[in-house]
Each structure stands twice: as C-alpha cells, then as structure tokens.
C-alpha cells in the first residue's frame, strides 16, 4: 500500500511516496509505525502548504511533480510570452523551470517561494 507523506527537514518541507511491504511475517523486522503529518501538526508547515490541486485549464502552468517552489517570476496582470520562465520548483534537489505554455495575461498567481506543492498543482493561469 502506498501512503503519500510531508516531511519537514531544516525548515524545507517535502512530499514523499512511502511504500508499505508485507514481509510475508517471517522475517522478525517490527512493522513500519507512521504518525499521520496531521497528528504533529506544526503551524509552519500547515501554512506552507498551499490548496490541493485543481484541474488544469489550457493556460495554467502546473507542477510537473511534487516539489517546493522556490521563485514566481511573474504577478497578476502581468503579460507574458509563450515560454517565458514564470517559476522555478525544486524537486529531488533540482530546479525545474516552469514556462508561461502560451503569450497572455497572468490571471491568478497560486504558490508563492516556500510552498511545497504536489504534482498537478495549478501554480499559475495565463489567460
């Protein structure tokens, strides 16, 4: 069974994807035991997480994979090209950088440096 977790490590939070293996009981190894991210619930880290993800229209730059943002190069009202760089996500310790996917207007901004999103996540809409 596979379990997502955050893990918090010198103030940098992380999404990671935990196996869960049956041992077939025989091998003596103690069960894995994980407390629930909301059970520690840290303010820090619940205000660093930003709203789940939301399905992507044909002008939102989304995250490519689960990471931590580390630059929004644009603002609402702003208008770009198509393949301006309008964040940089850290993921797996490298930088992803994310581009406008056509020329418009910056309609809305969802993430700011410090928030660790997941996969899919609407970061930026470009109308």
């Given at each position: 069974?596979?379990?997502?977790?955050?893990?918090?490590?010198?103030?940098?939070?992380?999404?990671?994807?935990?196996?869960?293996?049956?041992?077939?009981?025989?091998?003596?190894?103690?069960?894995?035991?994980?407390?629930?991210?909301?059970?520690?619930?840290?303010?820090?880290?619940?205000?660093?997480?930003?709203?789940?993800?939301?399905?992507?229209?044909?002008?939102?730059?989304?995250?490519?994979?689960?990471?931590?943002?580390?630059?929004?190069?644009?603002?609402?009202?702003?208008?770009?090209?198509?393949?301006?760089?309008?964040?940089?996500?850290?993921?797996?310790?490298?930088?992803?950088?994310?581009?406008?996917?056509?020329?418009?207007?910056?309609?809305?901004?969802?993430?700011?440096?410090g928030d660790a999103v997941e996969a899919g996540h609407v970061l930026v809409s470009i109308e």
């Amino acid at each position: 069974m596979e379990r997502k977790l955050r893990i918090v490590h010198e103030g940098k939070a992380y999404i990671v994807t935990v196996e869960e293996l049956d041992d077939g009981g025989g091998s003596g190894a103690a069960p894995l035991r994980v407390q629930p991210v909301a059970a520690v619930a840290a303010p820090a880290v619940a205000a660093a997480a930003p709203a789940a993800a939301t399905a992507a229209g044909p002008g939102d730059v989304v995250a490519p994979l689960g990471g931590v943002i580390q630059s929004v190069s644009v603002t609402v009202g702003q208008t770009v090209n198509q393949g301006e760089t309008v964040a940089v996500l850290e993921a797996m310790k490298m930088n992803s950088v994310l581009t406008a996917p056509r020329a418009g207007r910056v309609a809305r901004v969802a993430a700011k440096p410090g928030d660790a999103v997941e996969a899919g996540h609407v970061l930026v809409s470009i109308e």
